[in-house]
């Protein structure tokens, strides 16, 4: 985490440099780069209780929750005075951490281990902004990407390999539509809070490898819905710079490998820098 702030720390002081340089070529380009860092919990098996009751054979693995700090940037394009513009959003993170395991129907503990999670997130969106109206709307693709890596420290194994090491890719496609809204806070326009709604709809594929050999295939497919809820406060200092803050949640599925649903939900603040051209 401490190496991903001092990047984000030397991305902002060099936006800020940018900024006190002369821009006036620049501002009629219509484009925007946001370098972001957003501190996220990952709280994983909403329904587990239920699913190694109703099931006699089941693994699971328990982790309260998992803290990644997530990197990227958002780029952004408006082609002159059209009230639409272009939105590219990336992040990307990797969390490391303990976990217990429990074999249903049993509640308890009964081996431990740890666990390596990396997450992508991409966003390919197009938005309609009408002049002088304080909301937008927005549409386009997002793509998710984990890959969790666990391996036992104890004498459990996850097959009848004997192998120690599991590992599960998951990538989630979805179809988004959202809207948004901005309302400026004084006369000026300098200060605003904003606020972002999306729902999303679309497919997993999900593949195990080690998988127990009681599983009939190690891949699944199916359909997969989610939303994104975020809202914060950003501030203007001049024409071409601006911070801001958010709180964001967004909850998707984790796609198991069994007959069972369970819910990831990912959420914490979010901080950014705008350049704008």
Avoid: C
Wanted: aromatic letters at 12%; proline letters at 5%.
């Amino acid at each position: 985490m401490k190496n991903i702030a001092l990047k984000f720390s030397a991305v902002l002081i060099a936006l800020t440099l940018a900024v006190l340089a002369p821009a006036d070529a620049a501002a009629k380009v219509g484009l925007s780069v946001t370098p972001k860092i957003w501190f996220t919990v990952e709280n994983f098996n909403a329904f587990e209780t239920a699913l190694l009751t109703n099931n006699t054979t089941r693994t699971i693995s328990l982790r309260e929750q998992v803290n990644i700090p997530l990197a990227g940037a958002a780029v952004g394009f408006r082609p002159g005075d059209a009230p639409i513009d272009f939105l590219f959003n990336f992040y990307g993170g990797t969390g490391k951490g303990n976990f217990l395991g429990v074999i249903g129907p049993a509640t308890t503990p009964q081996f431990n281990g740890r666990y390596e999670l990396k997450r992508t997130d991409i966003e390919f969106l197009v938005r309609y902004l009408p002049k002088e109206r304080p909301w937008n709307l927005f549409t386009g693709i997002r793509v998710n990407s984990f890959k969790d890596t666990q391996t036992l420290t104890s004498a459990h194994i996850w097959s009848s390999t004997g192998k120690k090491t599991q590992v599960t890719d998951t990538t989630i496609v979805l179809w988004e539509v959202g809207a948004g809204f901005q309302a400026p806070i004084n006369e000026a326009g300098t200060h605003r809070f904003f606020g972002n709604t999306t729902f999303g709809v679309g497919s997993f594929a999900t593949e195990i490898s080690n998988a127990s050999t009681t599983l009939k295939k190690n891949r699944k497919d199916g359909g997969a819905a989610a939303w994104d809820i975020n809202s914060g406060y950003e501030v203007f200092l001049g024409e071409y710079f601006s911070l801001a803050a958010r709180y964001r949640m967004y909850a998707k599925p984790t796609s198991p490998m069994d007959d069972g649903y369970n819910l990831t939900v990912i959420h914490g603040p979010d901080f950014g820098a705008t350049l704008r051209f």
